[in-house]
């Protein structure tokens, strides 16, 4: 087994999915923080997701790479490898995500809108107070 392609195949295991979720990590907080049924302050259940996203997208890639990397050959090889691993991790954890973070806001989008309340009509006189 050569070092430089173990350490080259778990250094690419991690990058890949901390850079995905970190992308996705903005719009997840809002979508997240807006599905809170009872917002926490500091918006404590959206962080709570967040980070078991990074738990599991980090630790399905690594057991992933350990278990399937080319740590014997080429360092192409097991860079080639390392990337297709990483990437297969990452795609698989985050459509996980995406799947269970969108079922609630296709129901929410499912149900009817609430009936907004009547409002008073202005009278002409005080449009241009």
Same mark, same amino acid.
Request: net charge positive; aromatic share 8%.
């Given at each position: 087994?050569?070092?430089?392609?173990?350490?080259?195949?778990?250094?690419?295991?991690?990058?890949?999915?901390? !850079?995905?979720?970190?992308?996705?990590?903005?719009? !997840?907080? $809002?979508?997240?923080?807006?599905?809170? $049924?009872?917002?926490?302050?500091?918006?404590?259940?959206?962080?709570?997701?967040?980070?078991?996203?990074?738990?599991?997208?980090?630790?399905?890639?690594?057991?992933?790479?350990?278990?399937?990397?080319?740590?014997?050959?080429? $360092?192409?090889?097991?860079?080639? %490898?390392?990337?297709?691993?990483?990437?297969?991790?990452?795609?698989?954890?985050?459509?996980?995500?995406? %799947? %269970?973070?969108?079922?609630?806001? @296709?129901? @929410?989008?499912?149900?009817?809108?609430?009936? @907004?309340?009547?409002?008073?009509? $202005?009278?002409?006189?005080? %449009?241009?107070?």
């Amino acid at each position: 087994m050569s070092e430089l392609n173990f350490v080259l195949t778990l250094a690419v295991a991690v990058l890949g999915p901390l !850079l995905a979720i970190s992308y996705l990590k903005p719009i !997840l907080l $809002v979508v997240l923080d807006a599905l809170c $049924v009872a917002p926490l302050p500091g918006k404590v259940g959206a962080h709570f997701w967040i980070r078991s996203a990074y738990v599991l997208a980090l630790a399905g890639t690594l057991v992933l790479a350990l278990t399937f990397g080319e740590f014997h050959g080429s $360092v192409m090889d097991a860079l080639r %490898r390392a990337l297709w691993l990483a990437a297969a991790g990452s795609f698989v954890s985050i459509a996980i995500i995406t %799947r %269970r973070v969108w079922g609630p806001v @296709r129901e @929410r989008q499912a149900r009817p809108a609430a009936p @907004r309340p009547p409002v008073a009509p $202005v009278a002409a006189a005080d %449009r241009w107070v």
